[in-house]
């Protein structure tokens, strides 16, 4: 089976702080997703990779970096948190950008800004 | 870009069927997926269609018309455990890096 792990499943920062999110696949996928959920809004990507360093902004980037170092984990990291970056974060993995190619997600982190 | 609209809540009783319909506006298409996630947890995939026609997996069933950009989740015979968020996605045009837009989300709540 396929595994996503995200490093916390809760987190609370204060507004400023840098805030690093990490994701880690054990299925040697090549891309991996970091998502957003808000109530009514579903998810929206933030950032993908589709190789060891390589990434590409997705729907709403601002705010928001990522590293990817090593096939197997990606980070994503808010430069200085704000209140509205308060949400449940989502990282997801697939084994290629083929077509069909499911996306198998993480637990989430939901992470508050005060 | 990609629109993609489904209902907000449905409720059924256990033991019935619910059918969840998903409308999308696509500038390219290659295929819609269907996922469950039960409140606080992953989304977990359900299923993927990409041709026309009706793909069935027990008691989930998933309908695609690229025509009409409409596909339906129907999930027969409720259980409670069934109780979660439906969610469908769209994956956009081949040189998308197989990225998905996907909808709000349909709560489903099955009563006893």
């Known amino acids: 089976d396929v595994k996503v792990t995200q490093s916390s499943r809760y987190l609370v920062k204060r507004t400023g702080e840098k805030v690093f999110l990490e994701c880690v696949q054990d299925?040697?996928?090549?891309?991996m997703f970091w998502y957003r959920q808000d109530p009514g809004l579903g998810l929206r990507l933030i950032y993908f990779?589709?190789?060891?360093?390589?990434?590409e902004k997705g729907d709403i980037p601002e705010g928001y970096s990522v590293s990817r170092e090593k096939k197997e984990r990606f980070s994503l990291i808010l430069e200085s948190a704000s209140t509205n970056q308060t949400s449940m974060y989502l990282c997801?993995?697939?084994?290629?950008?083929?077509?069909?190619?499911?996306?198998?997600f993480g637990p989430g982190t939901r992470l508050t800004v005060l | 870009g990609q629109n993609i609209d489904q209902p907000t809540e449905m409720t059924a009783t256990e033991g019935a069927i619910v059918q969840i319909n998903c409308t999308y506006q696509?500038?390219?298409?290659?295929?819609l997926f269907w996922y469950q996630q039960h409140a606080g947890e992953a989304p977990t995939f359900l299923s993927y269609?990409?041709?026309?026609g009706l793909e069935e997996k027990g008691r989930f069933s998933s309908f695609l018309s690229r025509s009409k950009g409409y596909s339906y989740l129907l999930l027969k015979e409720l259980q409670m455990k069934d109780s979660a968020s439906y969610l469908c996605?769209?994956?956009?045009?081949?040189?998308?890096?197989?990225?998905?837009?996907f909808g709000a989300g349909t709560q489903v709540v099955v009563t006893p």
């Open positions: 990779s589709y190789d060891v360093k390589m990434k």
């Open positions: 696509t500038s390219g298409f290659n295929g």
């Open positions: 299925m040697d996928h090549e891309n």
């Open positions: 997801a993995s697939s084994l290629t950008a083929g077509v069909g190619d499911t996306q198998y």
């Open positions: 996605a769209v994956r956009g045009p081949t040189d998308s890096w197989g990225k998905l837009q």
């Open positions: 269609n990409v041709l026309d």
